[in-house]
């Protein structure tokens, strides 16, 4: 199969990461299949850029799942629990803050994987970051790796031999800053991506979220204005 | 941690193998939470079994997750294809059938795992068996194993040591005839579980499907009619 009828999955938030990953996989060539979630985050905008993104990039379709991670609880990003505010760096890099949602990778990925058996696409892309980033542990290559494992386990597709599943993460090793480049090379527009965790009623990010502050520091370091927060 | 005070999640389908395996859980003195899906499954019985099975063993919640797997596709549990009837053994065991429901198993621990996480229960159990069985890749030990080993890498709790994962498949070596021999001793109601693919529109099942025949033989092998056949 030639590199450019290759599907490839891409799980797309809307946020600078997953954005920068979907233009990565249509560098690469891939027919493009892109999944988001409605989980009850509480960032309600974040699904209009990821919509908005997915048909930029003419990806073949875009599928939303709606899963309400509520029911579940235990993170500040679907509970009643304040969204921590103005924290220095340090504070950021000090352990997995409450903003974490439990297991919210492994069930993205999972879904991805189910829909990735059904289009026989072996590629699952996911723009977890490990360098400049919360701390979540589902963010790490060693986890990313464990359910690679598990996947060609898992499907009736792999376990026939007839696919082998690749969980993609081209941005892991990488910090904000070089995402954001990466992402200025191949042409990406981040006016359209949000990152917020908590954003004002209008939709502007609140600017002072961990995400808020991660992304404001990387696009300092590129000595840039960030065009989502100048307008 | 006594193990009175000890929590188990247990997926919960409403047929023969959950049902059993959450007596086993309840014998061994967890406090039980109860997990079902609504996944557009064709049988919208057995959610009415799960619920009715749930408030007998008297679990301490029981939490229902939607989640649309039709709109991923692949299966003829969830799409408009013919499920298979009048099977022959050798026929059912040659292969991975049209029931099979891609990642379904992945997508249901992942679930699992995220509630365990903020109950701080470190037992999973799932009813799965890889020997009167339908072939299905995800209920074999070997994937069972790898998706235990992502879990202790995934969560916040598991990678900052406070928690282990442990995936418990106590019938996974059973036959099901043994299954239901163990059912019994423990006290389960078999007439109020439902394992049919594609029951009749009175809720009754088709009684040739894989599922209705794999129950059928398990019964006879124990000289016993099916309470949940002979209404």
Redesign the interface.
Known sequence: MSKSEKKAVVLLSGGIDSTTTLAIAKKEGYRLYAMSFRYGQRNRFELDAAKRIAKLFEVKRH?I?????R????SALTDNIDVPKGRTDQEIES??PVT????????FL??A???A??LRAEDIFIGVNSIDYSG???C?E??IR??E???N????E???RRMKIRIRTPLIKMRKSEIIKKGLELGVDYSMTISCYDPLPDGRPCGLCDSCILRKKAFQELNMVDPAYSG
């Open positions: 599928l799942i709606d899963i309400d991670l029911l579940i609880g235990g352990g997995i974490y949602v439990p297991a919210r990778n492994t069930i999972s879904f994987l189910g829909w058996e059904v979540y542990p589902d790490r060693e986890y464990a359910f494992k598990m996947a386990l898992a499907l009736k792999t376990v026939e």
